[in-house]
């Protein structure tokens, strides 16, 4: 059979399924179909193809043994998954035969996808970015963030006015995210936290009388263009453990028997609750927390179950925990997940009993640290009294990091109080997220040559000064996939035609049009 034969038997085929699984579905035909229910049922399709490349690509590294970025961030700006999918899998031109041969206008059928707004602009855009590139480059890796309820919101145009409206990304399903309650963890709140004597003169730490939700993931994928690389999205959703507690409710209090799912509820429901009051600030601090623990709780529970192998002969098992920084990555985009360096040594300590200085160890060589501002009033801080009253125990952790720290500093520059202020991560009341980030990471980077040389040489001088050997350059780019081959088909179709395919995965193969920047027939092409 001829390369032409068989696209043209793939296409009848995917034709045929199409109609079939439309009719199962939803009881229609193509030409009766609405644009929603064709968009709905073709990407359930692709999400069963893309299970089994998920599968197998999962296989294969596990069965070579490797490593896994981690990439923890607020905000991920995938843009509309349908599209992009079809493109990255090199399915669009035979879709798009398909639904002229069906009398389906793909453009509306691409339209009626709601677009996940769940960032505010270049940290989510950057995050969506990087995690195609590494599926692209066949790079096993997470995303981990949130699932939002509502993304940034809306826009409406009434009365030549832009107004802004809830955005229900959510309201008429979601055929690409997969349910995955078998990976769901528990999230703690509040509460003391009591220490308990081991036996052998040390304490393990008991955090007790904690509010907590079950963090629920679900899994998206991020696939690679013309690989068999399937990647993942993870975004966390907040369910309550009980949904209500009828020993309240039987005795009249209503809003404490609820309370667990409103604290749920409200914890993903809104990107970037509006924090000018104390409600809201407490509210952005639960939510860092909340997708920063259960990643890391995940991330770790993962790596145990694919090294247990090994101790199988051991009464009980145990792991060989200074591989984790060979085995998991996690890239902090910006400050809001600096928890994680907190969060780590608290599931290394506590849970799994490691010392500390061990833990420290392996901590600051799995977590790296991405700097997205030069302006030190952008830099994260927090009371310490809310975090305290939030978070003791991972408090606690961050003070004894910060009281090692400050040793440290007292080593290196002796008795020096205006230094020590001016570094430490828990200062004048607050603590400094960045400089936990800095600390507790083997690396730290800008995202351009200028930003990075103006972070070592002014606005985080004195971290440059003490590590030098952390700090590096990562400059932003992006995904020429979506921005290009995706947003632009006829440009990309004059850019293929003129110098071939390469520049698909590699951008500098479009320095092979500066030739033409003189060809009169390229130029009118390029104008048009």
């Given at each position: 059979m001829t390369d032409k034969q068989t696209?043209?038997?793939?296409k009848e085929e995917l034709k045929q399924k199409?109609?079939?699984?439309l009719q199962l579905e939803c009881s229609v035909s193509p030409d009766e179909a609405s644009d929603k229910q064709i968009y709905q049922v073709l990407s359930a399709m692709m999400v069963e193809k893309l299970k089994h490349k998920r599968q197998h690509f999962v296989n294969k590294t596990?069965?070579?043994?490797?490593?896994?970025?981690?990439?923890?961030?607020?905000?991920?700006?995938?843009?509309?998954?349908?599209?992009?999918?079809?493109?990255?899998?090199?399915?669009?031109?035979?879709?798009?035969?398909?639904?002229a041969e069906l009398g389906i206008d793909y453009n509306m059928v691409e339209e009626a996808e709601p677009d996940p707004g769940l960032g505010?602009?270049?940290?989510?855009?950057?995050?969506?970015?990087?995690?195609?590139?590494?599926?692209?480059?066949?790079?096993?890796?997470?995303?981990?963030?949130?699932r939002y309820h509502y993304g940034i919101f809306e826009q409406r145009i009434e009365n030549g006015y832009q107004v802004e409206v809830p955005d229900n990304w959510l309201e008429n399903g979601d055929p690409w995210g997969i349910k995955r309650n078998e990976y769901a963890v528990e999230v703690k709140f509040g509460g003391n936290v009591r220490a308990v004597e081991k036996g052998n003169g040390e304490y393990r730490f008991v955090q007790e009388n904690y509010q907590s939700v079950t963090a629920i993931p679900y899994d998206y994928p991020v696939i690679g263009y013309g690989n068999n690389t399937v990647n993942t999205l993870r975004l966390w959703e907040a369910k309550p453990k009980t949904r209500l507690d009828l020993k309240s409710f039987n005795e009249g209090n209503y809003q404490k028997a609820a309370e667990e799912e409103l604290l749920?509820?409200?914890?993903?429901?809104?990107?970037?609750?509006?924090?000018?009051?104390?409600?809201?600030?407490?509210?952005?601090?639960?939510?860092q927390y909340f997708f920063i623990s259960a990643s890391v709780q995940a991330a770790?529970?993962?790596?145990?179950?694919?090294?247990?192998?090994?101790?199988?002969?051991y009464e009980?098992?145990?792991?060989?925990?200074?591989?984790?920084?060979?085995?998991?990555?996690?890239?902090?985009?910006?400050?809001?997940?600096?928890?994680?360096?907190?969060?780590?040594?608290?599931?290394?300590?506590?849970?799994?009993?490691?010392?500390?200085?061990?833990?420290?160890?392996?901590?600051?060589?799995v977590c790296a640290y991405t700097n997205h501002t030069i302006m030190s009033e952008a830099l994260e801080k927090w009371p310490m009294e809310l975090f305290s009253r939030l978070l003791p125990r991972i408090y606690q952790i961050v003070e004894e990091i910060n009281r090692r720290f400050v040793l440290e500093l007292t080593e290196k520059y002796g008795n020096n109080p205006d230094k020590i202020r001016k570094m430490a991560i828990i200062a004048d009341g607050q603590i400094r997220m960045a400089f936990l980030a800095i600390v507790g990471s083997h690396s730290v980077n800008g995202v351009a040559a200028?930003?990075?040389?103006?972070l070592k040489k002014q606005e985080l001088h004195d971290f440059y000064e003490l590590y030098p050997e952390k700090f590096n350059n990562k400059t932003n780019g992006i995904t020429q996939r979506r921005w290009l081959l995706h947003a632009n088909p006829k440009l990309a179709e004059l850019i293929t035609e003129t110098i071939g395919k390469g520049w698909i995965t590699n951008l500098d193969e479009l320095k092979k049009l500066v030739p033409y920047a003189e060809n009169a027939a390229f130029r009118s092409r390029f104008t048009a």
């Open positions: 696209a043209t038997f793939q199409f109609v079939d699984k596990h069965s070579v043994g490797g490593k896994s970025v981690y990439y923890l961030s607020m905000e991920f700006l995938m843009g509309r998954f349908f599209g992009n999918a079809l493109i990255n899998l090199e399915m669009f031109d035979e879709v798009k035969e398909v639904f505010n602009g270049g940290l989510g855009r950057l995050a969506a970015c990087f995690l195609e590139s590494l599926s692209t480059l066949s790079l096993p890796a997470y995303g981990c963030g949130i749920a509820n409200t914890l993903t429901d809104v990107l970037y609750p509006a924090d000018e009051h104390i409600q809201g600030k407490e509210l952005r601090l639960r939510q770790v529970e993962k790596y145990k179950k694919t090294h247990s192998d090994i101790h199988k002969f009980k098992a145990t792991f060989d925990f200074n591989e984790l920084p060979d085995k998991v990555a996690f890239q902090l985009n910006d400050t809001h997940p600096s928890m994680a360096v907190a969060e780590l040594m608290r599931v290394l300590v506590d849970e799994n009993d490691l010392p500390w200085d061990q833990a420290w160890d392996i901590t600051r060589r200028l930003h990075t040389e103006i």
